[in-house]
């Protein structure tokens, strides 16, 4: 495994490198990403993972603040995986100095955590536009957990770089809680109830899945998670999981969810 601190070594490293795949991430590794890094170690020559806690994408300060880092038991982690090239770049490799202006959402794609994380997508584009160009991969390996994300990245990188976004499903615990580095701030009792919120609302898909007016059984049910968990939800919607437009309708849709447990912020979909 070869650790590519800076872009010199990164352009020395890929010289000539063909299918090569990547993985983004912001460290803390965990099972979730594992299985984006195995996919790409399988379907390509070579495999890229990227280390890099982006402050453009944090709306908040603090939250960059508190988000979990472990590079040391991350290297552990890749080591072991056998992966080819780790990527640490500092901010100033990822954003040039004689860059363009700045990725921009219009109006319509606001919505969601688009809508309470401002600047936090325009931040995700800018990254990922910034880290494409650099690595010029053939493939890249993201989760489904975070699906505006890969909605948007899919939207906005695919076509312009000619590259695939390839979009691989959520990994979830025993407790059918979706895997994330933010889960690691949350202490046995927190951990627990966002796993019963997670099931509750599996099941619940599952029972209105040939109902009419689901938009109001989305707001009751929206209404009852806040009421029985005492959690603070900020969206609890039906959407279309091709073009995220609101549905009133269980095909080809996902139920998507962004709440709060002890200020930790946690987002799903089902």
């Known amino acids: 495994m070869k650790i590519l601190l800076n872009k010199d070594d990164l352009n ?3 010289f ?7 993985v983004p991430t912001m460290g803390s590794l965990h099972k979730g990403h594992i299985s984006l890094i195995k996919k790409s170690l399988k379907d390509c020559n070579k495999t890229i993972v990227s ?9 908040n300060k603090r939250d960059f603040n508190k988000y979990p880092r472990n590079y040391k038991k991350d290297l ?18 990822v954003y040039s100095s004689k860059r363009k202006t700045q990725f921009k959402l219009n109006k319509k794609e606001r919505i969601l955590c688009a809508k309470y994380r401002k600047g936090h997508f325009e931040g995700v584009i800018d990254v990922m536009e910034c880290l494409t160009k650099i690595i010029r991969p053939k493939k890249i390996f993201m989760g489904e957990k975070d699906f505006q994300q890969l909605f948007l990245v899919k939207k906005y990188i695919e076509k ?18 979706a895997l ?9 009792r927190e951990l627990n109830k966002a796993g019963k ?8 898909k599952k029972t209105i899945k040939n109902k009419k007016n689901i938009k109001k059984l989305i707001k009751i049910k929206k209404n ?4 029985s968990y005492r959690i603070n939800i900020e969206y609890f919607e039906l959407r279309n999981k091709f073009n995220l437009n609101l549905s009133n309708k269980i095909k080809n849709s996902k139920i998507f969810i962004a709440y709060y447990i002890n200020k930790i912020r946690l987002i799903d979909n089902f």
Do not use: H, M
């Open 12 to 14: 020395e490293a890929l």
């Open 16 to 22: 000539r490198t063909s299918k090569l795949g990547f």
């Open 51 to 59: 280390v890099f806690i982006n402050p453009r994408q944090f709306n």
């Open 76 to 93: 552990s982690i890749l080591r072991k995986l056998k992966v080819d090239y780790v990527f640490l770049p500092n901010k100033k490799d």
């Open 160 to 177: 312009k770089y000619k590259i695939k976004i390839i979009s691989c499903r959520t990994i979830r615990n025993s407790e059918k809680l």
């Open 180 to 188: 994330s580095s933010r889960n690691k701030l949350l202490d046995s």
């Open 197 to 204: 919120v997670a099931r509750n609302i599996i099941n619940f």
């Open 224 to 227: 009852e998670l806040i009421k």
